[in-house]
Structures are given as C-alpha cells and as structure tokens.
T-cell receptor, first 113, second 113 residues
Framework: AQSVTQPDIHITVSEGASLELRCNYSYGATPYLFWYVQSPGQGLQLLLKYFSGDTLVQGIKGFEAEFKRSQSSFNLRKPSVHWSDAAEYFCAVLTSGTYKYIFGTGTRLKVLA | KAGVTQTPRYLIKTRGQQVTLSCSPISGHRSVSWYQQTPGQGLQFLFEYFSETQRNKGNFPGRFSGRQFSNSRSEMNVSTLELGDSALYLC????????????FGQGTRLTVV
C-alpha cells in the first residue's frame, strides 16, 4: 500500500539556520509529490510540487525540494529559516487513478529567535 | 479569485446528532475532496467528487457521506455523531483532480460533546 513517512515529528532550528525536512514514500510508480504547510488554525498551503522532469523543484517562500528516486525521498530544504516559517509541514503523494492525497504525519517546525 | 470557502468554521454538536458541512470550491474547479484531520490520525482522505459523482472513498464508516451539486459545491454529512468525530474537516478543490494541485479551505472545526 502507498504510504508517506516523515520521520521527524518535531524539529527546532535557530532563525537563519538551514533546514531540511525528510520525506520518504512508498509507491510503485513515480508519484506526484507535494509539500504543504499549515499554520495554526489554517488550511494547507502548497509550497511546491513534483510531477516529472527536473528533480530539484523550487517553491514559494524560498523552499526547494529534491526528488531522489533511488531513495524514494522528497526532502524539503530552505537555506535560511525565518521566524515566520514556524508551522507544520506535510509531505503528500497523489496517487494516480485514485484522486486522493496520502499525507505524512507532519513535521512541526519551531524557530528560535 | 476567491479561494475555497468552508462553512461554518466552527461547530459544537452533541453525541448522536448529525451535522452537515459545506464547501464552495474555486470557480471552475470540478473536483472536491474532503479530509479529516486529527492529532492522532493525521490527515485522512474521506471522499472525492467530480461532476457530482463520487470517484473515490476512504475507509470511513457509512455515517460519513457526501454529495456534490451541479455548481461543484459540496457537502459532507456525518450522522449519529461520536466523540471521536471531533476533528478539523478540510475541503480541497482542483480543476480535474488528476495530477492537479489541490487548494485547501481553512476547514471546519467540529467538536462533539
């Protein structure tokens, strides 16, 4: 069965430090991959997506992610974190033919001033 | 362009009652999906509708149902509410649902007492 794993439940970084959030997926074919961010009490906002082509994708707010087929990973990165990046981040797979997202359990990011 | 609108934003219901939540998708979007978000289970897929037809359904009991109208607006209904139904219910819309980015509403926070 398809699944998405985000091994880090909580991550704390200092403002200005670099960030990497991990995501691994289990899916037979090449999936559509997404990263969403959720601020408290809000819905989900798309940061970036990967469908095909260049394996390094750029998103909003300075985020980028790299698709590595050999590792079944789609890690999210940001070179310098801002206090406003504190939120919960979700990796998701969209499985073709089923029209549904499978989400990871999320990583809650805390940013220290 | 207006985003996805979910109403109401907050609801408090008593066990055994039923509830109807509403979702108005982005204009032109024909696919509407519903997700339940809880601290314990994370984001779980409920169902997806496209042009008034349910295309996929998640693993939820029959108490959870939905429908979509000709204008793409969608409703979900939960009958015989249980305490465990307390959650944030998120609606997402996309143009076609296949390989599309989903745009999420802010959700309806349902509390069952």
């Amino acid at each position: 069965a398809q699944s998405v794993t985000q091994p880090d439940i909580h991550i704390t970084v200092s403002e200005g430090a670099s960030l990497e959030l991990r995501c691994n997926y289990s899916y037979g074919a090449t999936p559509y991959l997404f990263w969403y961010v959720q601020s408290p009490g809000q819905g989900l906002q798309l940061l970036l997506k990967y469908f095909s082509g260049d394996t390094l994708v750029q998103g909003i707010k300075g985020f980028e992610a790299e698709f590595k087929r050999s590792q079944s990973s789609f890690n999210l990165r940001k070179p310098s974190v801002h206090w406003s990046d504190a939120a919960e981040y979700f990796c998701a797979v969209l499985t073709s033919g089923t029209y549904k997202y499978i989400f990871g359990t999320g990583t809650r990011l805390k940013v220290l001033a | 362009k207006a985003g996805v609108t979910q109403t109401p934003r907050y609801l408090i219901k008593t066990r055994g009652q039923q509830v109807t939540l509403s979702c108005s998708p982005i204009s032109g979007h024909r696919s509407v999906s519903w997700y339940q978000q809880t601290p314990g289970q994370g984001l779980q897929f409920l169902f997806e509708y496209f042009s008034e037809t349910q295309r996929n359904k998640g693993n939820f009991p029959g108490r959870f149902s939905g429908r979509q109208f000709s204008n793409s607006r969608s409703e979900m209904n939960v009958s015989t509410l249980e305490l465990g139904d307390s959650a944030l219910y998120l609606c997402a819309s996309s143009p076609q649902g296949v390989g599309d980015e989903a745009f999420f509403g802010q959700g309806t926070r349902l509390t069952v007492v």
